[in-house]
C-alpha cells in the first residue's frame, strides 16, 4: 500500500473511514449491497468488517483495499492519498466564516502552502455544508471544491482533485458562468497532468469560450495558458510560444504577476526544447529572480528545474547538478514534499550518472525514482521514459 498506509495507526484511519462512508453513500449502497457487490468482482469483503473500516477502528488490508477499489471505480491510489492527508488535520483553522477562511486558504496557496491552503478549503467546506441552505450556498460549495482541487493538484493528489471538481460540477446549472469555466479549467489541467491532452485540450477550448463570452479577461489568459500546456506536450513548442504570448498579455493587463512569472518560465522552457538554449536559459533566470523576489517558492524551484534541464541539454553537468540540488532544497517544505519536481530532478542525475558512467551515482539515483513514482500520480515525458525503462527491465528478467 506504500509507506504512507504502512504508518497508519493499527486501529485505523478516522479520515479513510470518512471517504469510504461518502463513497457508499454516493453509490446510494448499503453495507450488504456492498458485500454483494464485491462478492460479483471476485472478492469477499463481510458488511461488518466494512462498517469497522468506515468508523476508524481498523484499517483495510492491501487486499479488502483492492476490493473497495473496484467496487467504488476508484484508484487504490487514492485511499493512500486520503490517508496521507491526515497530517494536515491539526492546519484546520478555528475560524467559523467559511468567506473569511476561503480567502486565507487562497493566500496560502499563492504563498506555496499548499497543505495549510487545503486544510482551510477542507474547513471551509465543512462550514458551509453545515450551515442552512441559502441563496448563494451551492456557489460557495463550488468556489470551495475548486480551490480544494488546485491544492490537491499541488499535492500530487490528482485522484482526488478529479474527484472534487466532478463533485462541484454536478451542480453546474447552479453556478456563474465564471465558476463554470474555472471548474472546466482545473479539470483540464489534472487531466493534462495524467497525460490526457484531448480531454485537457477541449476542456481548456469550452472554458476559453466562456471566459471570452463574459469578457473575463484573467480566465481567457488562463485558458490560453493551459492550451499552450497542452501543445507543449504534444511536442508543438513554436505554437505553445504563440498561445503563452497572448496569455501573458492578458495576465499583464489583470496585474497577475504570480501567473505572468509562469507564462515567462514556461516560454523558456520552450526556447529550450527548440534547441533555442541561451535565449531560453536567459528567460528561465529572470523568471528565477522574479520568482525569488516575489516569494514564489514553488515558482522558483519549477525555474530551478528547468534550468538543470537546460544545462544538461547543453551537456553542462555541472551546472545541471548545481540547479537541481536547488530546485531539491526548495521542494521539500513545511512538510509537503513537491513529488513531481523532485522525480523530475532525480530523473536527470540519472541520465548524468549514466553518460559519465558512474554507477554509484546512478544506483543512488535509480533507487530515489523507485521511491519517488510510487507517489506519483502526474504524468510527464521523464515519469514515461522511466516507467518504460523498468519495464523494459521486466520483460528481460
Known amino acids: 500500500m506504500g509507506s504512507q498506509a504502512q504508518a497508519v495507526n493499527l486501529k485505523g484511519s478516522p479520515r479513510l473511514g470518512t ?8 453509490y446510494g449502497y448499503s453495507l450488504r449491497r456492498v458485500e454483494e457487490r464485491a462478492r460479483a ?17 481498523c484499517y483495510p488490508s492491501f487486499d479488502k483495499l483492492r476490493i473497495l477499489a473496484n467496487v467504488f471505480n476508484v484508484s487504490i491510489q487514492s485511499f493512500s492519498d486520503v490517508v496521507d492527508l491526515e497530517r494536515f488535520e491539526d492546519l484546520k483553522p478555528e475560524v467559523n466564516d467559511p468567506v473569511a477562511v476561503l480567502e486565507t486558504g487562497k493566500e ?7 497543505g495549510l491552503a487545503f486544510a482551510h478549503f477542507e474547513r471551509c467546506l465543512e462550514l458551509i455544508l453545515e450551515a442552512p441552505d441559502s441563496a448563494d450556498r451551492q456557489e460557495l460549495i463550488g468556489r470551495a471544491r475548486i480551490n480544494q482541487a488546485a491544492a490537491l493538484k499541488h499535492l500530487g493528489k490528482l485522484a482526488l482533485a478529479e474527484h ?20 472546466l479549467l482545473a479539470l483540464a489541467s489534472v487531466h493534462g497532468s495524467q497525460g490526457d491532452n484531448f480531454l485537457s485540450e477541449m476542456e481548456a477550448e469550452r472554458a476559453y469560450e466562456i471566459a471570452k463570452a463574459e469578457e473575463l479577461n484573467q480566465l481567457a ?34 496585474g497577475e504577476e504570480f501567473e505572468s512569472i509562469r507564462v515567462r518560465t514556461n516560454i523558456g522552457t520552450c526556447y529550450v526544447a527548440l534547441g533555442k538554449a541561451r535565449e531560453g536559459i536567459r528567460m528561465l533566470r529572470s523568471s528565477l529572480l522574479e520568482a525569488r523576489t516575489g516569494g514564489h517558492r514553488r515558482l522558483e524551484a519549477q525555474s530551478w528545474s528547468n534550468l538543470g534541464e537546460a544545462y544538461f541539454n547543453l551537456r553542462d553537468h555541472r551546472q545541471a547538478r548545481c540547479c537541481f540540488r536547488e530546485s531539491d532544497t526548495l521542494g521539500i517544505y513545511n512538510n509537503e514534499h513537491q513529488s513531481d519536481l523532485l522525480f523530475f530532478n532525480a530523473y536527470y542525475e540519472w541520465k548524468m550518472a549514466i553518460e559519465e558512467s558512474n554507477p554509484t551515482r546512478e544506483k543512488i539515483a ?8 510510487s507517489g506519483l500520480e502526474r504524468r510527464f ?15 528481460h528478467a
Open 221 to 254: 489568459a488562463m485558458s490560453l495558458h493551459t492550451l499552450a500546456r497542452v501543445l507543449a506536450d504534444q511536442g508543438r513548442f513554436s505554437q505553445a510560444i504563440e498561445r503563452y504570448r497572448e496569455s501573458a498579455k492578458l495576465y499583464a493587463a489583470s
Open 381 to 395: 515525458p521523464e515519469s514515461e521514459s522511466f516507467d518504460a525503462f523498468v519495464e523494459r527491465g521486466r520483460n
Open 41 to 57: 468482482e471476485g472478492g469477499e469483503l463481510d458488511n461488518s468488517q466494512l462498517s469497522r473500516y468506515e468508523k476508524g477502528i
Open 108 to 114: 496560502a496557496m499563492k504563498a506555496g502552502n499548499n
Open 164 to 183: 472534487e471538481l466532478r463533485q462541484a460540477m454536478r451542480f453546474s446549472e447552479n453556478l456563474r458562468p465564471e465558476l463554470r469555466a474555472r471548474a
Open 19 to 26: 471517504y469510504l462512508r461518502k463513497l457508499r453513500a454516493g
Open 366 to 373: 535509480f533507487g530515489r525514482l523507485k521511491a519517488l513514482r
